[in-house]
């Protein structure tokens, strides 16, 4: 059983289009996050959400919208897409907040915008 | 605030001879550190991590490290490097901090390069 699983693996798309990205968990796990690997492969991260409140939101564009309707999905929705928002984006999830639990990681969605 | 500098962008070892990926932290409070690996168009996998206890830390695959306060260091070595070990490799640190949830600061990776 994969735990943490993303959809979709690979989206292309068009510069000004909505896109969204959803992440699921089978693992019981309290929090979530988004990361974004860039082309250089350095990983930030976008949000984070604890039992669906969102608990961490680094500086990210307003066109960035996490969207948590239970514990065990989060969802990434992104409206007017840029050439800049081309990156692989990763969902994980942990335990719980505390920052010695360690995160699990999905596959990744490579985004490429066009 | 945390900080993590891995180095070495790329490292390249022969096959049974040993790693060594260098990783140095800067943090405010007592840190947690980790090693994650990606393996190419995979999803990170975490190697080990450190959590303020025992300062040497065994993890999957033969990996180990070491975390040294002194130094700020949290170096990452196997002693017989294996072909399926080439990867990407990412140093993390978090901190202490409630108000920082769970928050992993990444370094900027370590690309390894395993020859025949």
């Known amino acids: 059983d994969t735990a943490v699983s993303q959809t979709p693996k690979y989206l292309v798309t068009q510069m000004g289009n909505d896109k969204s990205i959803k992440c699921e968990q089978n693992l019981g796990h309290d929090t979530m996050y988004w990361y974004k690997q860039d082309s250089k492969k350095f990983l930030k991260i976008m949000f984070s959400?604890?039992?669906?409140?969102?608990?961490i939101n680094e500086t990210v564009p307003n066109r960035f919208s996490p969207k948590s309707p239970d514990k065990a999905h989060l969802n990434l929705h992104i409206n007017s897409l840029e050439l800049g928002d081309s990156a692989v984006y990763f969902c994980?999830?942990?335990?719980?907040?505390?920052?010695?639990?360690?995160?699990?990681f999905g596959p990744g969605t490579r985004l490429t915008v066009t | 605030a945390q900080s993590v500098t891995q180095l070495d962008s790329h490292v390249s070892v022969s096959e049974g001879t040993p790693v060594l990926l260098r990783c140095n932290y800067s943090s405010s409070y007592s840190p947690s550190l980790f090693w994650y690996v990606q393996h190419p168009n995979k999803g990170l996998q975490l190697l080990l991590k450190y959590t303020s206890a025992a300062t040497l830390v065994k993890g999957i695959n033969g990996f180990e490290a070491e975390f040294k306060k002194s130094e700020t260091s949290f170096h990452l070595t196997k002693p017989s490097a294996h072909m399926s070990d080439a990867a990407e490799y990412f140093c993390v640190v978090t901190e202490g901090l409630k108000a920082a949830g769970n928050k992993l600061t990444f370094g900027g990776g370590t690309r390894v390069l395993v020859k025949p």
């Open positions: 959400y604890n039992n669906k409140e969102l608990i």
């Open positions: 994980a999830s942990s335990r719980g907040q505390g920052f010695s639990y360690e995160q699990y």
